[in-house]
């Protein structure tokens, strides 16, 4: 018979700044500033969210 696991305690990231998610979002309209997309990061440990504002997608940050 096929055996079916619970995972009961799942590892959540307790350590700020150890792991982050990045997106890019590309807006229908520029900004006022020009911008038309948006690098958006979040931290796994602390939940904060730091958003990079791009006028080409070629502009991201190499150290991102």
């Not at 229908?28 to 969210?49: A, F, P, V």
Request: proline fraction near 6%; charged fraction near 25%.
């Amino acid at each position: 018979m096929r055996r079916i696991t619970k995972n009961v305690d799942p590892h959540r990231e307790t350590r700020p700044g150890h792991t982050w998610s990045m997106d890019m979002i590309t807006f229908s309209h520029r900004s006022m500033e020009g911008n038309k997309y948006l690098i958006q990061l979040r931290d796994h440990g602390s939940g904060t969210i730091v958003g990079l504002p791009c006028y080409l997608k070629s502009d991201a940050p190499s150290h991102v």
